[in-house]
């Protein structure tokens, strides 16, 4: 993506040129890399969060919140699902400019993320449920990153 963006670039700096593959790919490849760089920090517990009321509650209450923070990401999920389901079609029969690429293929990232979160948020609830859910990702739940739970942490999700 930067080497297509560059070399663009430069050749409409040096030759009053361009390669309009390389915009409109460039442009598909960062919607993508956003919405799976989504799911990866998804996987490694670091979206944003306000842990201010959640820090203040004892080991049950956290897993409280944490359940409904989850049920909360999957529902939030079906509802992208069912969006991304529903334009589908529409997506299908619309082909992008330059490259003629149906636009599915870009739109349909929304499949990707809405599945991988939701899945990800499942499993955490199931963790909770049944007891697996260790200390150290409690208290990071929690906003405690010390370097103790920190460090267990990368070693669990490793």
Known sequence: MVVMVFGNVVLRYLFDTGIDVSEELSRYFFVWLTFIGAVVVGR??????????????????RKLCMVLSDLFIIACCAVFFWGTWQQAEINATNYAPITEISMLWIYGVGFFASLGLGLLAALRILRVVSGRMSEQELRAFAGDYSDDAAHALRERLE
């Open 44 to 61: 490694e517990h670091a979206h944003l969060g306000v842990e201010t009321l959640v820090s203040r509650l004892g080991d049950k209450g």
